[in-house]
């Protein structure tokens, strides 16, 4: 996963963890669904002018909202209930570190939220293979090699128009922060049945 520049990798025993309750990692993993596509419709109404971006944002919403149908098809399937929704102590570390219009313009929030969302998306794809190549449920493996390539893409379309309306700000250098930022917080993660915990 170099190409996501992730600096530490999931420990492959915290397929271990998650194989003990496969209802919570589900149920768990529903939800950052639902986030990710509200994240997504936030932007779009934050920045409406920029109509590229409302396009590809609104097909990665409408995405998300069926990748959340599909997991939830799966818990049914397996005779297991969605629980109710929680806190993702990742996302909200990751927030909080987020610059609020650091610069006074709307433009450098927008990156900010865009990193934050590349962010994301970024190790949820990491994780999603690291739950592929070694949990033992073969359809959850398969399932999560898909949804894999899926975050893959959403963490590029991020990127990329961080990259195209960060005129005047140093999108990479500021995501290299990001990066080192990501890489102290997720070493205190991996220790529960969740996405990102």
């Not at 003990?20 to 997504?40: F, R, V």
């Amino acid at each position: 996963m170099s190409v996501l520049r992730l600096t530490l990798p999931t420990d492959p025993r915290w397929v271990n963890i998650v194989e003990k309750n496969i209802e919570e990692i589900l149920s768990d993993h529903a939800w950052c669904e639902q986030k990710a596509a509200t994240n997504a419709i936030t932007i779009v109404t934050n920045n409406s002018e920029y109509p590229d971006l409302v396009t590809e944002l609104l097909a990665l919403a409408k995405e998300e909202i069926e990748h959340f149908q599909m997991v939830h098809e799966i818990i049914k399937k397996k005779g297991l209930k969605l629980a109710r929704e929680r806190k993702d102590h990742y996302a909200g570390e990751l927030f909080q570190y987020m610059k609020r219009n650091s610069d006074g313009t709307r433009i450098s929030g927008l990156v900010e939220r865009l990193l934050f969302s590349a962010m994301i998306e970024a190790r949820s794809c990491e994780r999603f293979k690291v739950l592929s190549e070694n949990i033992e449920d073969k359809e959850l493996a398969k399932f999560y090699r898909e949804l894999m390539e899926s975050e893959a893409g959403h963490y590029t379309t991020f990127i990329t128009f961080a990259r195209k309306y960060g005129v005047g700000i140093d999108v990479e250098t500021r995501w290299r922060e990001w990066l080192a930022f990501e890489a102290e917080i997720i070493a205190n993660y991996g220790k529960s049945e969740s996405i990102h915990g």
